[in-house]
């Protein structure tokens, strides 16, 4: 029976079923019904190979009919309502399966080492569930092909799980271990998981650097350790890698400088986010030899120097290549593996998964970048995000901005970039968010559609006029209130420069004058000396005799 994906409702009772004794195979998953049974002990009259009724209603109790279809090869049950805790029955029962989904439910319980007796090449999703404790050491005898076992409470270490007692190649390629409370290093011995295609570690509490045997992973396309606590530098190896597409390390503390790639290397890598960690230094020109580069966001760290100029060498970004799908890996039974990425736009942070490979961004905020924004950065016609914000950049913003013509959002706030607002920035009618606050621009804000759209609170800080601002600019294009250094913003260096000196000079040209009036002819003729000092004895008896007389004054009374 095939009724899947469809938007079936309503209940299915035991009476549906009476008379279908022959039936080996029930594909109904992704609709709404509810499985409604008159007795909770009810043994079906057949024998499934297949079960598949994922996103039905069966909960919150556990489906104990279930355990009566042993022949089993693939279960679905996922999304389905239950919050039970796992009956021990279950994990023995099943030594045929080769495809087994219990995700998006609340089911409690430890994962037991029974586990490791499915069906070689098993796809294994427990995701989305309670369970705790530790990762059974039996798990690495298992022949999984993928083991997604994410959003639970799972602890402790992943030693006895990733370090086997019997050294040979498993043909496990997917691994999702993320959202759970697991802690201590990653283990140093990678060299028997060969197939691993993806490794979503994030968001756990694991600690150390990135192991050495990682780079013995040939077909690694996906390593995902967000927000953890590693530490130390961060290996050349990964950013070398011939397989890697994806390198998601950010919300660490990884210390030390972006490693040189090697000369002549091609590399696969589209996302590269190492945000909010400790990095210094400068970015290398090697870098940019990443030309399938899609996502590139080293926000938060403490890189310095000035931006490079060689960014057009991304050819997706630049707009030379079409962005690609991040599809990493399809597994049986039409499972297909998405990349997915936390990123941060429009002030917000975002995860994108389906939509990801249509994305493209450049994040380098809140550095220490110098020095003008290069005009070639402004040929990545490609770009959608591009974050600048929170450097020390300076100088003007390059006319060939409105060559982006793919840009939604750009952000360069809270930088030192002065002069006028180009008039190219009209021709960016995608752009939908827009920061150019607390820097120090000037003049009229070019008229357009988009531009005018956006509120004040993207041109504060700066000395602007026109809409939508309400200051309005006067005859040169500047608010009436410019010169007095208040409203829109503050007047530039150059004019402030040229009023501080104008003062200094009128001040010493003043005091070498009145000095010279004064002392020159004094020391030229005795004559006036003379006069000079007899003038200053004679003023000094009439107040000594003034004040001698009122000392003597008797009162009347």
């Not at 939604?408 to 930088?415: K, P, R, V």
């Amino acid at each position: 029976m095939s009724v899947h994906h469809n938007l079936l409702t309503g209940d299915v009772t035991e009476d549906h079923f009476a008379n279908l004794t022959a039936l080996t195979s029930i594909r109904a998953e992704a609709n709404r019904l509810t499985l409604n049974l008159s007795v909770k002990s009810w043994t079906p009259p057949f024998k499934l190979d297949v079960l598949r009724i994922g996103s039905w209603n069966l909960g919150p109790r556990f489906p104990s009919w279930i355990r009566s279809q042993g022949n089993l090869t693939e279960l679905d049950i996922s999304n389905t309502g239950i919050s039970d805790i796992m009956p021990s029955w279950f994990w023995s029962s099943y030594s045929d399966v080769i495809f087994l989904n219990i995700s998006h439910n609340s089911i409690q319980g430890t994962l037991v080492e029974e586990l490791s007796i499915l069906a070689p090449n098993a796809v294994v999703d427990l995701s989305n569930n309670r369970f705790e404790g530790p990762l059974p050491g039996k798990f690495n005898d298992a022949d999984f092909v993928l083991l997604d076992a994410s959003y639970n409470h799972l602890s402790g270490s992943l030693e006895k799980f990733l370090c086997p007692r019997f050294e040979r190649d498993r043909p496990l390629i997917f691994l999702d271990l993320a959202n759970n409370n697991l802690s201590g290093v990653i283990p140093d011995c990678w060299m028997n998981w060969q197939a691993l295609s993806v490794i979503n570690f994030e968001n756990n509490n694991l600690s150390g650097g990135i192991p050495k045997s990682i780079e013995s992973l040939s077909s690694i396309q996906s390593f995902n350790i967000r927000n953890n606590n590693l530490f130390g530098k961060l290996p050349a190896f990964l950013l070398n890698s011939k397989s890697l597409e994806i390198i998601e390390l950010a919300e660490n503390k990884l210390t030390g400088s972006i490693p040189l790639l090697i000369d002549g290397e091609e590399t696969k890598l589209k996302l590269v986010s190492l945000r909010s960690n400790m990095l210094a230094g400068e970015i290398p020109e090697e870098f940019c030899r990443l030309t399938s580069i899609q996502i590139l966001d080293l926000a938060y760290n403490n890189l310095s120097g000035t931006l490079p100029t060689c960014f057009y060498n991304f050819s997706i970004i630049s707009g030379r290549q079409p962005s690609n799908a991040f599809v990493l890996y399809d597994v049986l039974f039409q499972v297909q593996i998405l990349g997915s990425a936390l990123l941060v736009t429009k002030g917000r942070e975002f995860e994108y998964r389906s939509i990801l490979g249509l994305v493209t961004t450049l994040d380098l905020s809140s550095n220490k970048f110098s020095g003008p924004i290069p005009k070639e950065l402004m040929g990545l016609a490609g770009l959608r995000w591009l974050n600048l914000s929170g450097n020390h950049l300076t100088g003007r913003i390059p006319e060939e901005i409105g060559k982006m013509t793919s840009l939604e959002s750009l952000d360069l706030s809270l930088n030192q970039l002065e002069g006028k607002i180009p008039s190219s920035m009209s021709r960016l009618t995608t752009l939908n968010w827009l920061n150019l606050s607390s820097n120090r621009l000037t003049g009229e804000i070019p008229t357009s559609t988009q531009l005018q759209s956006f509120n004040e609170t993207s041109f504060m800080s700066n000395t602007l006029c026109g809409p939508p601002l309400a200051a309005v600019c006067n005859k040169k294009g500047v608010p009436p209130d410019a010169g007095a250094g208040s409203g829109a913003g503050e007047q530039t260096d150059d004019e402030s420069d040229e009023r501080n000196w104008g003062f200094i000079i009128s001040i010493v040209l003043g005091f070498i004058i009145g000095f010279w009036a004064v002392v020159a002819p004094l020391i030229a003729s005795k004559v006036w000396r003379n006069s000079y000092f007899d003038f200053l004895y004679s003023l000094w008896l009439k107040i000594c005799l003034a004040c001698h007389k009122n000392s003597f004054r008797i009162p009347l009374s």
